[in-house]
């Protein structure tokens, strides 16, 4: 019996135990590995494995812009859309005033700015000429009534400014803005007697070509 002993000393436990199944495990146990369902968080909500959304970043070139910043609504041809605006007096002022003999409308960024400043005074210099072809002058900005009031005595100019606060005529027009949309736009219409536009510049950098342009067109017509 004790040569019996010793020899089953030799042998590992679990080989003298009866074959058991394997118990389930806990669900304890589980929740360990298993990985939670897709929720909502207050980052971004559900993770989803997708490409990656476009996102509409500036582009560096001026002519991928879009093309309502380069066409303007009011075109050669056509007649534009009626003002009321007040002028440096304060007064109301119709564009249908006008009618009966040519109009220049010019639409310009701001008073006392270098190029604005220059504008005006060579359609001041000028405006004998433009008094010559039975054309009247209007000068359209953002600015105040009492700015356009400084602006013209400073300048000692004689014709009309008005006062487009809020910019509603110019966008009325279509008026392009320069400089990728943070600058108002240098703009100027010719209209005839009969209230039909003949000429539409831009030209936001050499402004005193305006003058020269409205002049040539008015003394053909």
Same mark, same amino acid.
């Given at each position: ?42 980052? *971004? ?91 009247? &002058? &209007? ?8 700015? *356009? ?19 509603? &005529? ?26 039909? &536009? ?24």
């Amino acid at each position: 019996m004790a040569s019996l002993s010793l020899s089953l000393q030799k042998h590992p436990l679990p080989c003298l135990l009866p074959r058991q199944s394997p118990k389930p495990l806990p669900s304890s146990f589980h929740n360990l590995f298993v990985l939670p369902k897709p929720s909502h968080s207050h980052f *971004h909500g559900t993770v989803k494995l997708s490409s990656p959304p476009s996102l509409s970043l500036p582009s560096s070139n001026p002519y991928s812009r879009k093309k309502t910043l380069i066409f303007a609504k009011v075109n050669k041809g056509g007649v534009p859309p009626s003002f009321t605006l007040k002028d440096q007096d304060g007064r109301n002022v119709t564009l249908s005033k006008f009618k009966g003999k040519p109009v220049v409308v010019y639409f310009y960024p701001a008073d006392e700015t270098p190029g604005c400043t220059k504008q005006a005074c060579a359609f001041r210099d000028s405006y004998e000429k433009f008094k010559k072809a039975g054309a009247e &002058v &209007v000068g359209i900005s953002g600015d105040d009534p009492s700015s *356009h009031k400084a602006f013209a005595t400073k300048y000692r100019l004689p014709y009309t400014l008005l006062s487009d606060e809020g910019n509603k &005529v110019r966008k009325e027009w279509g008026v392009p803005a320069d400089l990728f949309g943070t600058l108002p736009g240098r703009q100027t219409y010719v209209l005839d007697k009969n209230g039909v &536009v003949q000429l539409i510049y831009n030209n936001q950098f050499q402004p005193e070509k305006h003058i020269d342009e409205t002049l040539k067109l008015l003394q053909s017509i």
